[in-house]
């Protein structure tokens, strides 16, 4: 396994199409590997292919569970291969951020239910649900394999820890 350099925005990469993986072979698991290795080293929930240069159709999303006292009692690893979202409903307004556009968040309205297809890391197919923080990552990293980035549907971007609309309710 080995860190992979992560993509930042402004990098024509981030804006092209990924084509879907023609075969899931031991080239992919290692590339998954990485971008599993990578997304946890950078502390983020989530990792598309062209994140780390990579304009095939994969992502890498981990979410973790809290308990009452909001400790990360355990985490769930998914990846995906040729996802597509097959159902969608519900919506979420939420802030967002992304390992290309570092220190910045902004808020997006999603679906707040997804149920989403693929590829396992066997070629396998596979199919899961995701409510919350789950649907978001999966409707963000999805759009990551279609050069969409957060910050195109997103209102009130701005650095992590100054919110203008905040200090402007603060000013009053
Ligand atoms: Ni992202």
Do not use: W
């Amino acid at each position: 396994m080995a860190l992979r350099l992560i993509v930042k925005e402004g990098d024509p990469v981030l804006r092209k199409k990924s084509r879907p993986v023609k075969e899931v072979n031991d080239r992919i698991r290692m590339i998954l590997d990485d971008m599993v290795e990578t997304m946890r080293d950078a502390q983020g929930v989530g990792l598309a292919g062209p994140q780390v240069g990579i304009l095939r159709r994969l992502f890498v999303v981990e979410i973790p569970t809290f308990d009452e006292e909001g400790n990360i009692i355990d985490t769930t690893l998914y990846e995906l291969i040729n996802p597509e979202i097959i159902e969608a409903s519900g919506e979420q307004t939420e802030e967002e951020g992304c390992l290309s556009c570092p220190g910045l968040t902004g808020t997006v309205t999603r679906p707040s239910h997804v149920k989403i297809k693929g590829l396992d890391r066997n070629g396998n197919e596979v199919v899961y649900e995701g409510v919350g923080l789950t649907a978001k990552a999966f409707c963000h990293e999805n759009d990551h394999l279609d050069g969409i980035l957060y910050i195109d549907k997103a209102t009130n971007v701005h650095p992590v820890g100054e919110d203008p609309e905040e200090e402007e309710e603060d000013g009053e």
